[in-house]
């Protein structure tokens, strides 16, 4: 499941819960929300061994750039070895053999930069993903911090009001 999703339903499950009158508490499904959480620490891991698979890819590519590269340069050894035969056209072969080499060895530098880029987008993709779902999670907890002191200093005052008023009474 996609961590954004997860996060969406877990905003969705705060917003809609009651809220408790005259404080800034919510009541909510614990049950709902631990579920949602333990999903969300499911699906993060998931994500992350995808990052490793499109590596891992990456480097298959790269072994089969490689391999095609030397594939093409025994090719190309083998042609040019042929033609050394034939005096006459050595020269010729051995300009070919180099061309086969030297586009080899574009396709193979190609091949490498087309996987390099596409590791390169997906990690990126993966990173803004988990970025986002960080900063969802970090300014979740600030909101509730803010309120637990919010809530905090309302029953301080109200504390404060009470003493002050039972003291007046008993001076009385």
């Known amino acids: 499941m996609d961590i954004l999703h997860l996060v969406d339903r877990l905003e969705a499950l705060i917003t809609s819960s009651r809220m408790i009158p005259f404080t800034v508490y919510r009541l909510m499904d614990e049950d709902r929300a631990l579920e949602l959480i333990d999903q969300m620490r499911i699906s993060i891991p998931e994500e992350v061994k995808q990052a490793k698979r499109i590596h891992q890819e990456r480097d298959r590519v790269i072994a089969q750039a490689h391999e095609e590269a030397g594939r093409l340069v025994e090719l190309a050894r083998d042609e040019a ?21 030297e586009r080899a060895q574009r396709d193979a530098l190609g091949l490498k930069a087309e996987s390099d880029d596409y590791v390169i987008q997906a990690l990126s993709e993966l990173e803004a993903s988990l970025m986002r779902t960080l900063t969802v999670v970090r300014n979740g907890l600030e909101k509730i911090e803010l309120e637990r002191q919010q809530a905090a ?20």
């Not at 200093?153 to 009385?172: I, L, Y």
């Open 153 to 172: 200093a309302q029953m301080a005052e109200a504390g404060a009001e009470g003493a002050g008023e039972g003291a007046a009474e008993t001076a009385d």
């Open 81 to 101: 070895e042929a033609l050394v035969a034939r005096d006459v056209i050595m020269t010729t072969a051995e300009r070919r053999a180099q061309t086969i080499v």
